[in-house]
Each structure stands twice: as structure tokens, then as C-alpha cells.
């Protein structure tokens, strides 16, 4: 008998976005997910403060997991708000949202399409699509310890000041239009492929600069000590949404590096754990 081969799933433009990193970045199946991830919470020792933003690291969970989980760790569990993820784009695509839920291997995380319409930057669920690492990383630990929370995913290619700004106004405008109670994450990591040393000096020199919510001092550290730093432009935007909302200082929770995982603190590359409060 001859069987008809099905076709393959087509994917329209508002399909959810498909988890293109787990079993690379973190594991696929969700029972082991969600033991790795409670692991990661249950070795963080820290307090919610429920911060206004909050910087994460975006590298494989095995590196820089244990760092991202001190920043998700000072939000409360019960937060059902919006979660504005902004990303780096290593591809260089300009800044764009989403409106497309995202899947992840514990779930699918609705999108706030309301919130997300009322940013006025692009929509690109093209650009959203493509294998990038500084928001997908974000989606498993707000899939297992927010699970009422939802997402409007920000990916920022001009890393500039001005594109920072650009950013800040965008989301600040769709505050305050839909009133969304938000929480911004900042996905960016610090020095690549230098010694533990000089990459912990370089990114907290840069990050003590923007204690104050200064961003112009912010730029400025980064001019002058040209760290290999990657999403520092997400930070000085959630710097900015957060100025605005009320936070009054950015404060560092811890800093490690990849070395912390491998063994080798050669070439290293670094993680902050950040809170805009």
C-alpha cells in the first residue's frame, strides 16, 4: 500500500516562533529544562526587589545560566505584566518588535500584540525568526517562573546612543498609551575572548558608570575603554524606561564568566547580572 506522505507545516506570518536553540543553548526536552532551570533558581541566594529592568547574559545556560537566573530572581513569581525583551541583533537587522507568540519547550509565550502595535518601530516576525540568541535565551526562564507573564520582543541592531534612545521613546510611548505594567530585560553580554581579568576590569568599569542612570556617562566609559561587550545599547536603553518609571540607580548582582564554567580563564567571555530599580 502506498501512504501519502504529509506535507510539511506551513509557517504563516503570525505562526509562533519556533525554539531554533534548544538542545544547543539549553536542553530540548522540557522535563530536563525545567530541572536545569530550577536548579539555577535554587542555587541563587537573593531577595525580590522587583526592579523596573533587569540586564541577562545570553550565552548557552551551562555558562552564563546561573548569572541570568540572580537577575530573573529579584522579580516576583506572580508578575503577569509585560515583559519587554530587547536583543541584540548579531545580524545587524534594524531595530523591529514582534507580534508573534513564541514556543519554547515548556510552552508557548503569548505576545502582547496590543502593546507590541502601539510601539512605533517596524513589526518584523521575519526578523524575529531568524536563529538569534540574545531573546531566545530570554524565553525559557520566563516560560517556567512566569508563566501568567507575557512578551514584546525588541531586536535592536543600532547600538548607538541614538538608536538606544530611539528604543526608550518607542517602548515609553506604548506605556503610555495601553498603561502596561512592564518589566524590561536588557539582553547583553560583557567581554568576549579576553583574559577573566581585563574582561571583568573593562565591563565593570563600563557598568559603574551607568549606576546613576547616566547613559551619557555610560557612552562615554564605553568610548574610552572599547570593551568587547555585546548589548550594551539594550542596556542603556532599559536604563533610559527605567529612569522614567521611577528607577533611580542600576545596580550590579554579580559578574562571572564563562572561565567560572570551563575551566579556562584565558579567553573568557563575561556575564552581569544587573537590576534598574
Known amino acids: 500500500m502506498i501512504h501519502k506522505i504529509s506535507a510539511e507545516p506551513q509557517v504563516s506570518e503570525k505562526s509562533a516562533r519556533l525554539p531554533t536553540l534548544a538542545g544547543i543553548f539549553y536542553p530540548s526536552e522540557a522535563e530536563e529544562l525545567k530541572n536545569t532551570l530550577a536548579a539555577l533558581f535554587d542555587g541563587t541566594v537573593t531577595a525580590v526587589s522587583n526592579p523596573k529592568g533587569i540586564l541577562v547574559p545570553h550565552a548557552g ?51 502582547d500584540k496590543e502593546f507590541v502595535q502601539a510601539i512605533p518601530l517596524p513589526i518584523d516576525n521575519a526578523a524575529a525568526r531568524e536563529q538569534e540568541n540574545s531573546i531566545e535565551t530570554q524565553m525559557p ?18 547600538q548607538s ?53 547616566d547613559v551619557n556617562a555610560f557612552y562615554d566609559a564605553l568610548y574610552a575603554i572599547q570593551p568587547s561587550m555585546c548589548g550594551y545599547g539594550c542596556l542603556a536603553a532599559t536604563a533610559e524606561i527605567g529612569k522614567t518609571l521611577g528607577a533611580k540607580e542600576a545596580r550590579v548582582l554579580t559578574y562571572t564568566t564563562s572561565g567560572d564554567a570551563s575551566g579556562d580563564y584565558r579567553a573568557v567571555v563575561g556575564y552581569a547580572a544587573l537590576e534598574v530599580i
Open 61 to 111: 545556560f551551562i555558562y552564563s545560566g546561573p548569572c541570568a537566573a540572580v537577575s530573573y530572581a529579584r522579580i516576583s513569581p506572580d508578575f503577569d505584566g509585560t515583559f519587554v525583551i530587547i536583543g541584540t541583533s548579531h545580524k545587524g537587522f534594524s531595530n523591529s518588535v514582534s507580534d508573534i507568540d513564541w514556543e519554547t519547550p515548556l510552552g508557548t509565550i503569548a505576545a
Open 161 to 213: 546612543q541614538e538608536g538606544a534612545e530611539t528604543v526608550a521613546r518607542a517602548v515609553l510611548s506604548a506605556v503610555e498609551k495601553t498603561k502596561r505594567n512592564i518589566i524590561v530585560v536588557a539582553s547583553g553580554d560583557g567581554s568576549h575572548y579576553v583574559p577573566a581579568k581585563t574582561a571583568e576590569r573593562d565591563d565593570l568599569t563600563c557598568l559603574a558608570a551607568l549606576k546613576n542612570l
Open 141 to 158: 526562564f520566563i516560560a517556567f517562573r512566569f508563566p501568567r507573564a507575557k512578551i514584546a520582543a525588541v531586536l535592536m541592531g543600532n
